[in-house]
């Protein structure tokens, strides 16, 4: 059975104690600066009073000590919040970027060479990720923007629906990475009778209020598409971070494919559905917690 280790507390801090390049796959869906406050749902229309973070963002204390920190790291992450800042401004979008970025380059650290990393946004907050991404990992490495297409959600009168994530892969090293490309059956009559591999805009529903695996959890990610992801871009056997595991989707996805796997969350609320999870499935016997970086 996979072993897994699930941390509560601050990924920032977790993550610098972790060993370079140890991870075949990292799988993030961080905060998508929507300026909403999101807490667990009971059903359609109700909430209750659990509140797992906060979404909003704006400049303080904390995101001036963050600039000058990243400035003295190194050039090139001078040159890169520099730019930021000069677009930008000391506002909310730069505080939630440079929050991201020290995030990233932590992540760059622990892939192995043979690894990659899939950046989960919305339209929110894809543009400058992307940019981020390109400069951290290098444009070259870029792999696909997959597009992750759903149907559950509101519309405007004033603009087309948005029903639509970005995924943003990225290898360590191009010419290295582990791939396994998902199959389905071609539908032109030359290939008729044949597979080929799937494109980059995936229609995986939602989760929505009746379905089985619904936990509650505000931003919890379909286990289809979690699954998709591990088995393709993950080797059999190895291992799979998520420094923002939620309701423990990736986690489940991992330990139902036979990889091992790290989860990192701030919210008890997010640690107690991913046990839960975990040992409905039998998952839990291998899994060691820690919180605060402290073995309990």
């Known amino acids: 059975m996979p072993e897994g280790l699930l941390i509560q507390g601050d990924n920032l801090a977790a993550l610098r104690k972790l060993a370079d390049s140890s991870v075949d796959l990292i799988y993030l869906d961080p905060p998508f600066r929507s300026e909403h406050i999101y807490r667990t749902t009971l059903s359609a ?29 190194s050039d090139q992450l001078a ?10 401004g000391k506002s909310g979008r730069l505080a939630y970027i ?7 380059v932590e992540l760059k650290r622990l892939l192995k060479s043979t690894g990659s990393i899939a950046l989960h946004c919305d339209q929110a907050a894809s543009a400058p990720l992307k940019i981020a991404m390109d400069l951290l990992f290098g444009e070259e490495n ?11 959600g509101g519309s405007s009168p004033r603009r087309f629906p948005r029903k639509h994530d970005d995924i943003h892969w990225y290898a360590k090293e191009v010419d290295r990475y582990y791939f396994l490309p998902p199959v389905e059956p071609a539908r032109s009559q030359r290939m ?39 088995v393709s871009a993950s080797p059999p056997c190895g291992s799979v971070l998520d420094p923002f595991s939620g309701s423990g989707t990736t986690l489940l996805a991992a330990a139902r494919n036979n990889r091992s796997w790290i989860g990192i969350d701030i919210a008890s609320e997010a640690v107690e559905t991913s046990i839960r999870r975990l040992e409905i499935e039998g998952f839990d016997r291998n899994l060691s917690f820690q919180r605060w970086g ?3």
């Open 192 to 230: 008729k009778g044949k597979s080929k591999k799937i494109p980059d805009f995936w229609y995986i529903p939602s989760i929505n209020n009746m379905a089985h695996e619904r936990t509650g959890y505000p931003t919890q990610k379909p286990i289809a598409l979690l699954e998709r992801i591990v």
């Open 98 to 104: 440079l929050f991201m970025i020290e995030r990233l």
């Open 79 to 88: 040159a890169m919040v520099g730019g930021f800042e000069a677009i930008l």
């Open 294 to 296: 402290l073995e309990i």
């Open 45 to 73: 229309g109700e909430t209750s009073g659990a509140k797992i973070f906060d979404d909003r963002w704006r400049w303080n204390d904390e995101s001036e000590s963050d600039l000058r920190r990243l400035k003295l790291t």
């Open 142 to 152: 870029h792999l696909n923007t997959i597009v992750w297409c759903y149907g559950l």
